[in-house]
């Protein structure tokens, strides 16, 4: 099945600092989700981005959809230690079926 | 507010036991998944539903089957408990457009389940 790389693996900032996470795929995806796990909670979904180039924002988040659709990425603008956890991109597949990245796991220091 | 429950928090079973992993959402959902998390190797799918009395294998089936009997239950069944099952189990379940844009999955809580 469809397989996504993400990286880094790990991710220690100085609050106030930029943060980026990225995810690739060597095939063309239809669509890809984020999600933000916080330590010791569940995956909650942040934003699923279908078109090419697509760029969304949240507050202080941006998620870009790459122009040939294999790859994406989360950019966090002056990260907060409300940021803090591992973030994962996901990709659907028959059924709606969701396979996860491995997360990148991102600990802000105050 | 929409939820997924878990009927667990946290489990400790004997290797050999029959083990029962509840799950209730009430968004009227018509997907429903069971994934493991274990660090390392990330989320990883074990079976999936799309209708009721509809199930599906996912990636690591082997130990484990699953029952949909009504649209908002989805149980996770352990045939018999071993030491390599202890994970924390997480439930989700979504509507099945996934090209909606605001289409995701709504997890549970999870239920770390021990085995000793």
């Known amino acids: 099945g469809q397989q996504v790389m993400q990286i880094p693996q790990y991710q220690h900032v100085q609050e106030g600092e930029d943060f980026t996470t990225y995810c690739n795929s060597s095939t063309t995806l239809s669509n890809i989700q984020w999600y933000k796990q916080r330590p010791g909670g569940h995956p909650v979904f942040l934003i699923q981005?279908?078109?090419?180039?697509e760029v969304k924002k949240q507050k202080r988040l941006t998620f870009q959809f790459g122009e040939a659709k294999k790859n994406s990425s989360l950019h966090i603008t002056a990260t907060q230690t409300t940021d803090v956890g591992t973030y994962f991109c996901a990709i659907s597949g028959g059924y709606q079926k969701v396979t996860f990245g491995t997360g990148t796991k991102l600990q802000v220091i105050p | 507010d929409v939820k997924v429950t878990q009927s667990s928090r946290y489990l400790v079973k004997r290797t050999g036991e029959k083990v029962f992993l509840e799950c209730v959402q009430d968004m009227d959902h018509e997907n429903m998944f069971w994934y493991r998390q274990d660090p390392g190797l990330g989320l990883r799918l074990i079976y999936f539903?799309?209708?009721?009395?509809?199930?599906e294998k996912g990636d690591i089936p082997e130990g484990y089957s699953v029952s949909r009997e009504k649209k908002e239950r989805f149980s996770l069944i352990l045939e018999s408990a071993s030491t390599n099952q202890t994970s924390m189990y997480l439930c989700a379940s979504s509507f099945p457009s996934a090209g909606d844009p605001n289409y995701g999955y709504t997890f549970g809580s999870g239920t770390r389940l021990t085995v000793v």
């Open positions: 539903s799309y209708d009721v009395k509809m199930k």
């Open positions: 981005l279908v078109k090419s180039g």
